[in-house]
């Protein structure tokens, strides 16, 4: 299994520029996440999907869009890049929560450093 | 508001010393917290849970309810715990991550 996986690993946009960060996963996961992880921030959570078709912003979704067509994949599109968008963008998977309600693992993959000039 | 804070932005410790990375959060109903870790060049991975109460890589963290804590300990750092460090408290299904510790084990 090839786990998580994203690409590209590093880009470079000019303001104003638009792109689209892929995201792969193998192992049959309802949920998946996308995080941006600025210095000194932590991981913060854009959107998330709990299943294909349905999506959810997470904390910091402005400038963003998602998608989720099919269980595997959940793009994350920049429309109109801006500096402030500059970070590294972590994909992350897992099973739903279990009927206890515990939180399961989340997988993440190798993340895509992305710089707006 | 749910929220995790991990105080130290680094922590820097000689090779056998004693490690505690703090881990601060503030939640409403009943917590469930983890740490993840990020060795250089490696993906973000689990490290431990505190459903779990399991020690892995010598590592332990006792969820303290009453001071909202969920400190990672080891009792005798390795060159290798070198990392960052994220302490992340579950709501609904998602994780809310603190900034992060970047843990630096000297020889």
């Known amino acids: 299994n090839a786990g998580v996986t994203q690409t590209p690993k590093f880009r470079i946009l000019k303001i104003g520029q638009s792109m689209t960060l892929q995201c792969t996963q193998d192992?049959?996961?309802?949920?998946m996440y996308w995080y941006r992880q600025d210095p000194g921030m932590g991981l913060k959570l854009i959107y998330y999907?709990?299943?294909?078709?349905?999506?959810d912003k997470g904390e910091v979704p402005n400038g963003y869009n998602v998608s989720r067509s099919t269980t595997e994949d959940f793009p994350l599109r920049l429309e109109l890049a801006a500096p402030s968008q500059t970070s590294v963008y972590f994909c992350?998977?897992?099973?739903?929560?279990?009927?206890?309600?515990?939180?399961?693992?989340?997988?993440f993959g190798p993340g895509t450093r992305l710089t707006v000039l | 508001a749910q929220r995790v804070t991990q105080p130290e932005k680094l922590l820097s410790v000689f090779k056998g010393a004693p490690v505690e990375l703090k881990c601060n959060y503030s939640?409403?109903?009943?917590?469930?917290l983890f740490w993840y870790v990020q060795y250089s060049r490696q993906r973000l991975q689990l490290l431990l849970r505190?459903?779990s109460r399991e020690s892995i890589k010598g590592f332990t963290a006792d969820l303290n309810k009453g001071e909202t804590s969920f400190h990672l300990k080891k009792p005798f750092a390795q060159e290798e715990d070198s990392a960052m460090y994220y302490c992340?408290?579950?709501?609904?299904?998602?994780?809310?991550f603190g900034a992060g510790t970047i843990l630096r084990v000297k020889s």
């Open positions: 992350a998977s897992s099973y739903p929560n279990s009927f206890s309600g515990r939180h399961n693992e989340q997988f």
């Open positions: 192992m049959n996961h309802n949920y």
């Open positions: 999907s709990v299943g294909a078709g349905i999506t």
């Open positions: 939640y409403s109903g009943s917590p469930e």
């Open positions: 505190h459903i």
């Open positions: 992340a408290l579950s709501f609904g299904n998602k994780l809310v």
